[in-house]
Structures are given as C-alpha cells and as structure tokens.
C-alpha cells in the first residue's frame, strides 16, 4: 500500500519561509508527476507546483519566483520550498504524486494528508 507522508507546515510571519516535504512510501514501481497542491476551505483545490521524474518544473503565476519546487528520486520525496510568504498563501497544502505500484498495475493518483500553513504576523 502506498502512502504520501507530508511534513513542514505551520506558522510562519509574512516575508518568512517554510520548507514542505512528502515522502512516497510502500510499494513503488515508478512516478510520473510530483506536485503540491493547496485549497482553502470553500475554495478548489489549486495545483501551486509540479514537477516530473525528468525534473521538468512548473508553477502557478502566484508563487513563481518566491516558491521552489524539487525532488529526490532515490528518495521518492518531494519537496516544497516557500520563501516570502503572504498571508494569502495560507492554505492547506496537499502533496500529490502520479505513480505505478507495481509493474501489473497502472498510474494512479495519490494524495497526501494535507498540513497547516498559515502566515500571519
């Protein structure tokens, strides 16, 4: 059984950073995409940063520039780096990862528990 296992969050000061991480755990073939994604609550959830087994990157226009996206393949982690946090960052963060478990089976979604980041003075 696989599990994405997050860490990190909490409370930060506008202009601070946080660091996110989530390790893919159990029994693991291959992955494709690993992403962050967020949600407020009322609100869609948002995809903030991806980034594929290649290394290829990408980021929303809000967090470009200030939000670091990067991935460990032996590891199979993923991790988030927030510099120059802005109250309206505060969300609930989600990792996602698009994987095989194992060689009979086909790429599924996988989702992470989700932690707390707020920014707030």
């Known amino acids: 059984q696989v599990q994405l296992v997050e860490s990190g969050g909490g409370l930060v000061q506008p202009g601070g950073s946080l660091r996110l991480s989530c390790a893919a755990r159990?029994?693991?073939?291959?992955?494709?995409?690993m992403d962050w994604y967020r949600q407020a609550p009322g609100k869609q959830r948002e995809l903030v940063a991806t980034t594929t087994s290649g290394g290829s990157t990408n980021y929303a226009d809000s967090v470009k520039g200030r939000f670091t996206i990067a991935r460990d393949n032996a590891k199979n982690t993923v991790y988030l780096q927030m510099n120059s946090l802005k109250p309206e960052d505060t969300d609930v963060y989600y990792c996602?990862?698009?994987?095989?478990?194992?060689?009979?089976?086909?790429?599924?979604?996988?989702w992470g528990q989700g932690t707390q980041v707020t920014v707030s003075s």
């Open positions: 159990g029994s693991i073939f291959t992955i494709s995409t």
């Open positions: 996602h990862a698009l994987l095989r478990a194992t060689v009979l089976h086909t790429a599924s979604d996988y």
